[in-house]
């Protein structure tokens, strides 16, 4: 049973590009989360998705940010005109249920350096 | 709104002594509250978990963590540390609603 797997782990991004990052969840789990790391600092929510649906976006920076999580295929993190502030640590993390202290297990992280 | 606070940045040890890593949390309810270890360049893996009932909780690789509510407080410990246990240590706090709130993380050094 493979666990939550992010791709790419390491991506390079000039300023102004655009930065896609995928996560599939584990088999089973149709709740999916975003996290995003700051060097030298905790996790900080950014999206709770399920499938087709988001749930909570209180995280997401208005603009330049947007997510999905299609019927098929991957949850998708997109940042658009990329900027050296969004260098950070993206993860992932899924659970099968939505209740509160369900576990949520991560992915090992993308990595997004712009430059 | 809740929050975490995880006290000291970074703690050492030597081999085989004792771990003792600080959390305390905010919370208007009962809080829901885990600790997470992260490896260098890893996600995060869960070391345990406190939900209801029993405030000592048992997690893996021998950690422990008690739940103390008049302290608000969910310190994690470990008897006798191990060169393996050298890591970056998140406690988070999740009150009702879907996402986690981590605190900054402590990153424990364990010197032989």
């Known amino acids: 049973n493979a666990g939550v797997m992010q791709n790419p782990r390491h991506l390079v991004r000039r300023r102004g590009q655009e930065a896609r990052l995928r996560c599939s969840p584990m088999?089973?789990?149709?709740?999916v989360y975003w996290y995003r790391q700051l060097p030298e600092e905790g996790l900080k929510f950014m999206v709770y998705?399920?499938?087709?649906?988001?749930?909570?976006e209180s995280g997401m920076p208005k603009e330049r940010f947007s997510a999905e999580f299609p019927k098929e295929g991957p949850s998708i993190l997109r940042i658009q005109q990329v900027v050296r502030g969004d260098s950070a640590a993206y993860f992932c993390?899924?659970?099968?249920?939505?209740?509160?202290?369900?576990?949520?297990?991560f992915g090992q992280g993308t990595r997004l350096t712009v430059v | 709104a809740q929050s975490v606070t995880q006290l000291g940045s970074h703690v050492s040890v030597s081999e085989g002594a004792l771990v003792l890593l600080r959390c305390n949390y905010s919370?208007?309810?009962?809080?829901?509250l885990f600790w997470y270890v992260q490896y260098p360049n890893q996600g995060l893996q869960l070391l345990l978990k406190?939900?209801?009932?029993?405030?000592l909780v048992k997690g893996i690789n021998g950690f422990e963590a008690e739940f103390k509510k008049s302290e608000t407080s969910f310190h994690l410990t470990k008897p006798s540390a191990h060169m393996s246990d050298a890591a970056e240590y998140f406690c988070a706090v999740n009150t009702g609603f879907q996402k986690l709130v981590f605190g900054t993380g402590t990153r424990l050094l364990v010197s032989p």
């Open positions: 088999k089973g789990h149709s709740h």
């Open positions: 993390a899924s659970s099968r249920y939505g209740a509160v202290g369900t576990e949520a297990f």
């Open positions: 919370s208007s309810v009962p809080p829901y």
């Open positions: 998705l399920q499938k087709e649906n988001i749930i909570d």
């Open positions: 406190y939900t209801t009932g029993a405030t």
